[in-house]
Antibody, heavy 122, light 107 residues
Framework: EVQLVESGGGLVKPGGSLRLSCAAS????????MNWVRQAPGKGLEWVSS????????YYADSVKGRFTISRDNAKNSLYLQMNSLRAEDTAVYYC???????????????WGRGTLVTVSS | DIQMTQSPSSLSASVGDRVTITCRAS??????LAWYQQKPGKAPKLLLY???RLESGVPSRFSGSGSGTDYTLTISSLQPEDFATYYC?????????FGQGTKVEIK
């Protein structure tokens, strides 16, 4: 089955760190660019970060630049998001999402995980 | 960043109705537009990309159109499973940005 499964969310204090993981299965993970998209409670969708298939290209939203680090391990079919210096406004469901093209960077997201909730609160 | 503005923010409709949602970009995006459907507690689901291309497995009652800065999602005959929130997203430039969402509710 083609799927993405996120893990690693939880409750963390402001200023703390958390590492999210996304396990991919059912497709050739190493062929796709991957993304993290978040959704604050009751709010809309916000793109967080993208990484190309070979990790050559990485992009971040201004809101997380310098605090979050995206990475991937193609041998383990896994995507990661290291989140440091967390703030209350980082509270959200974090989704792992696959890029829509296996041959180039499309920019839209055709496969999403169920998400993992990150709560930043004292 | 390109701002995406959806209208309306919410609407009430009945089963069988034709529903139209619009999305306006703050600058031209050359049809680099996707539409997603999200149901409560679930992940978003891709419906259309390149403004009008239907994702595999998506019912043909969903269609998209537009050009330049203005785009439209149309549901030709609303079904019970279509009550959800819909988001547009531009991928013409980084960062990719989403509209604020349109909630389609039962009338």
């Amino acid at each position: 089955e083609v799927q993405l499964v996120e893990s690693g969310g939880g409750l963390v204090k402001p200023g703390g760190s958390l590492r999210l993981s996304c396990a991919a299965s059912g497709f050739t993970f190493s062929s796709y660019s991957m993304n993290w998209v978040r959704q604050a409670p009751g709010k809309g969708l916000e793109w967080v970060s993208s990484i190309s298939s070979s990790s050559s290209y990485i992009y971040y939203a201004d809101s997380v630049k310098g605090r979050f680090t995206i990475s991937r391990d193609n041998a383990k079919n896994s995507l990661y998001l290291q989140m440091n210096s967390l703030r209350a406004e980082d509270t959200a469901v974090y989704y792992c999402a696959r890029d829509g093209s296996s041959s180039s960077w499309s920019g839209y997201f055709d496969l999403w995980g169920r998400g993992t909730l990150v709560t930043v609160s004292s | 960043d390109i701002q995406m503005t959806q209208s309306p923010s919410s609407l009430s409709a009945s089963v069988g109705d034709r529903v139209t949602i619009t999305c306006r970009a703050s600058q031209g995006i050359s049809n680099s537009l996707a539409w997603y459907q999200q149901k409560p507690g679930k992940a978003p689901k891709l419906l259309l990309y390149a403004a009008s291309r239907l994702e595999s497995g998506v019912p043909s009652r969903f269609s998209g159109s537009g050009s330049g800065t203005d785009y439209t999602l149309t549901i030709s005959s609303l079904q019970p499973e279509d009550f959800a929130t819909y988001y547009c997203q531009q991928y013409y430039s980084t960062p990719p940005t989403f509209g604020q969402g349109t909630k389609v509710e039962i009338k």
